[in-house]
């Protein structure tokens, strides 16, 4: 099975902050997601990598930037936090786009708090 | 731009009964894919069951099963024999592929509880 693992279950940070948030995922999976989720809102991307050191914007990227080293790790950053980016944040991975009707594993998700 | 509107923020259903979530979406494109993944309590999403939109069947698994209706653009998931651990948000999303680009676009979900 695929696992996808966020460092974090609980985050509470200050405003201001300077927050990374850590993905790893252990199946060789060329695209990885970084989703934020509010109630409501379902899951709003903001951004994706399909390869390593690529990036992608996605529909909510201000006030984020990412960071792919390394195929199995995707890092979201958030440069200067503010309090509404208080979320959960979800990361996914899933094979290459060739593979048409690959699923999103996702992890557990990060619940950030910035007061 | 691609919509997916689940239009029932909650429902509940009696266990062992069954239960349908409905989803419509908005795309002028032929070719894609359609999703249901469940969010349980315990937060971790996981895919239900999948749809290419290039095939007239619907796909079941095991007490999952999905009425697609292309010409209406409507995605719905039946779950027969409703369990405790159906209990979850289940989400609808749509799929197009492409070289370089790779987007799901979600809906709001819906919060299903089971009964006992």
């Known amino acids: 099975d695929v696992k996808v693992t966020q460092s974090s279950r609980y985050l509470v940070k200050r405003t201001g902050e300077k927050v990374f948030l850590e993905c790893v995922q252990d199946?060789?999976?060329?695209?990885m997601f970084w989703y934020r989720q509010d109630p409501g809102l379902g899951l709003r991307l903001i951004y994706f990598s399909y390869d390593v050191k690529m990036k992608e914007k996605g529909d909510i990227p201000e006030g984020y930037s990412v960071s792919r080293e390394k195929k199995e790790r995707f890092s979201l950053i958030l440069e200067s936090a503010s309090t509404n980016q208080t979320s959960m944040y979800l990361c996914?991975?899933?094979?290459?786009?060739?593979?048409?009707?690959?699923?999103?594993?996702f992890g557990n998700g990060t619940r950030l708090t910035v007061t | 731009a691609q919509t997916v509107t689940q239009s029932q923020p909650e429902m509940s259903v009696q266990e062992a009964e069954t239960v349908t979530l409905s989803c419509t979406y908005d795309?002028?494109?032929?070719?894609?894919?359609l999703f249901w993944y469940k969010q349980p309590p315990s937060r971790q999403m996981i895919l239900v069951i999948r749809?290419?939109?290039?095939?007239?069947q619907n796909a079941t698994e095991n007490r999952f099963s999905v009425n697609f209706q292309k010409a209406a653009k409507s995605f719905s998931l039946k779950i027969s024999d409703s369990q405790l651990g159906d209990t979850a948000m289940y989400f609808c999303?749509?799929?197009?592929?492409?070289?370089?680009?790779?987007?799901?676009?979600f809906g709001t979900g819906t919060r299903l509880k089971v009964l006992a």
């Open positions: 996914a991975s899933s094979l290459s786009w060739t593979h048409d009707n690959s699923p999103l594993h």
């Open positions: 199946m060789d999976h060329e695209n």
């Open positions: 749809q290419e939109a290039y095939k007239q």
């Open positions: 795309t002028s494109e032929n070719n894609y894919y």
């Open positions: 999303a749509f799929m197009k592929p492409r070289a370089g680009t790779y987007k799901y676009i």
